[in-house]
DNA sequence: TTGAAAGCGTTACCAC
DNA sequence: GTGGTAACGCTTTCAA
């Protein structure tokens, strides 16, 4: 029983191996790191490491490692701690297209208090502790914050804000052409679009969406009207109070012609729409269409609603490869990556009704 | 300009600060480590050194101290790539705590593949990367995998899996009592349980949910009616074709008497409810009370549903805690921790209709 | 083929 | 108060 001995000490290093085998540390780590053919090492040596290393329980050390290569081999994502936004499908890119690299992804929330206040950094961004940063924060980034990470000489994107460079956004304005144009393809001549209103510079999307959305009707030579909301609550206590299906209600009722689609800014909107319109009869898809942008066709909600999916899977693997590209080439700027927005055909969205075709 | 030489540095270390001063390496790291008093260093050069730092711009370099101190700071949270069940309160729990205890939550998400395959281990695994580890694995961890795991003489902890150690998970079972009395305070006689069917081995919430509900009806001398849906579809082709909403319906329709408060198991079995009720135009909540399972009182739903709160903010949190007192005392098994499960009223539950009472 | 040795940046102990 | 120095575990270059 020769692993009697070592069964419960504490750290097995390469040292651990080197004295088991009676080799040099150095061959050791060069059979470990698969450069023992590239070295000559006799077989039989380089089965003996493997072995020991097997026996041992050998898990080579990454903070070694990375301080003598210079490379953590993590990621760092930062994000405000409230109001993040992170749909499990980003986060499935980001760490599957690190994993495809070897890296991990590491989660460094930052209060808000912190990110407004000029003079505190984030731990994250007082230390050297990832290879890059991809900062994801949805709401007004504070510059002072912007500015100051940008001369931490750590390659850093952004992700989900409107910016000319070094940025991964889903392509809102397309996304709102293309939602519009699906439903005038059906057939559909008044399509509604219903947003949020206090949030017009709370996000590009807001933006982005209706534009692209009129433009599509404008095309088309369609008029288009514009319904916003009040902004959706944010606690439990105003979330019971919430009129939004009401003041959808009557909006719909007084409607003439009333819509026969609808475009969602997002699900908040869209459940609005949704309960509204269970209230007054009226059926989904027969009777109106409903769209909406979503990072998901949404399983859960049984009657799933046609989506306007901003691909967040692909936000998430492209900003992995524009970090990397980034980590690559230090100091240079890249052209932000625009990642299309596709359409995901739910039960909520038919041709139009033929009372009106 | 002092400081126009420094501009370009790659790379600033301690010995950078210590040459730029004039002082030495352990004076430097002294005073950068909070020790200046301790070691009675001069107060003029405390704030040599701490200039020196900021203008040089010095962040420490963590693989180093890693290397040292033999504590990463960083705690991986392992999980499959697929069947993640990861909501955002539960990140917030876990990065919150972490955060106080100046520690990082590193996220490695591992094939199912991997997972299942005997031999292999993932990467996250077979390195020191971490001081600790949650696995996170919703749906049957493979024993092979678990063993894998607490051979590694690394601490770790489990989530959301019902284990007698070192696991944190919610009190389903109460909260399935707690839901079913709270219907019963109301009044409610006739209380359907509405599950899901062939996920009774998938996760031990689908048996502890309706066994506390059970329990509950049989304290308060009322049958229990358990009808369990067909599991809700996985991919976008088949949620198209899903049927559920019909099944809720005839099944709402054809029961006599008819249940005035229902229990969904989750948010997919609450929608496929409240889009049948839609249709038979029941209204909630004056007809109907509905609550369900679910990590938050969700805003995006507009009418907000009861929701009997898994607390995964709290059990992030108390994750965090376990793990820590496991690495504080390496080896031992601690017993596990389960988190009650809260009632949030939302706008969907009410007092039973006059008529029955 | 194998071994010796330097160095990555930090910490901490021990002299001065 | 301050400075030298060893050690953490790994990689890599250079000799043997």
Tied chains: 1, 2.
Excluded: W
């Excluded at 050998?58 to 210079?70: D, E, F, V």
């Excluded at 990642?339 to 969205?349: D, F, H, N, R, Y």
């Amino acid at each position: 029983m020769t692993d009697g001995i070592v069964q419960k000490t504490a750290r097995v290093t390469a040292a651990t191996i080197a004295a088991y085998t009676g080799l040099s540390r150095a061959t050791v780590t060069h059979v470990l790191n698969g450069r023992g053919a590239e070295q000559r090492i006799r077989q039989d040596t380089q089965e003996r490491v493997l072995e020991a290393a097997r026996v041992l329980g050998y898990r080579p050390n990454a903070s070694a490692r990375a301080l003598h290569t210079g490379r953590t081999g993590n990621v760092a994502l930062i994000q405000s701690l409230k109001g993040a936004y992170l749909p499990e499908r980003l986060l499935l890119g980001l760490t599957e297209a690190l994993g495809e690299n070897n890296m991990y992804l590491t989660l460094a929330e930052v209060p808000d208090a912190v990110l407004d206040d000029r003079a505190y950094l984030p731990k994250v961004l007082r230390e050297h502790t990832a290879d890059g940063l991809i900062i994801n924060r949805i709401v007004g980034i504070p510059p002072s914050f912007t500015e100051a990470v940008t001369t931490l000489n750590t390659p850093v994107i952004f992700l989900n804000v409107n910016r000319p460079f070094d940025t991964v956004f889903p392509d809102d304005f397309n996304g709102g052409k293309l939602a519009a144009q699906y439903l005038v393809e059906l057939g559909h001549k008044h399509i509604l679009y219903v947003g949020s209103s206090a949030s017009v510079e709370y996000h590009y999307s807001h933006v982005d969406r209706q534009e692209g959305y009129r433009a599509a009707m404008e095309e088309a030579g369609l008029p288009s009207t514009v319904f916003l909301l009040p902004p959706h609550p944010e606690t439990d206590e105003q979330v019971l109070k919430d009129a939004r299906v009401q003041i959808v209600r009557s909006y719909l009722e007084a409607a003439a012609p009333r819509p026969t689609a609808i475009v969602a800014y997002e699900l908040a909107e869209a459940m609005a729409v949704l309960h509204a319109v269970n209230q007054m009869q009226i059926r989904l898809p027969q009777d109106l269409s409903l769209v909406m942008f979503h990072h998901q066709l949404d399983h859960r909600f049984c009657i799933p609603i046609t989506t306007l999916c901003n691909g967040m899977h692909s936000v998430g693997r492209e900003a992995v490869n524009l970090l990397l590209d980034k980590i690559g080439s230090p100091g240079t700027s890249f052209p932000s990556r625009v990642v299309p927005i596709q359409l995901l055909e739910g039960a909520t969205s038919g041709p139009v009704p033929n009372l009106v075709r």
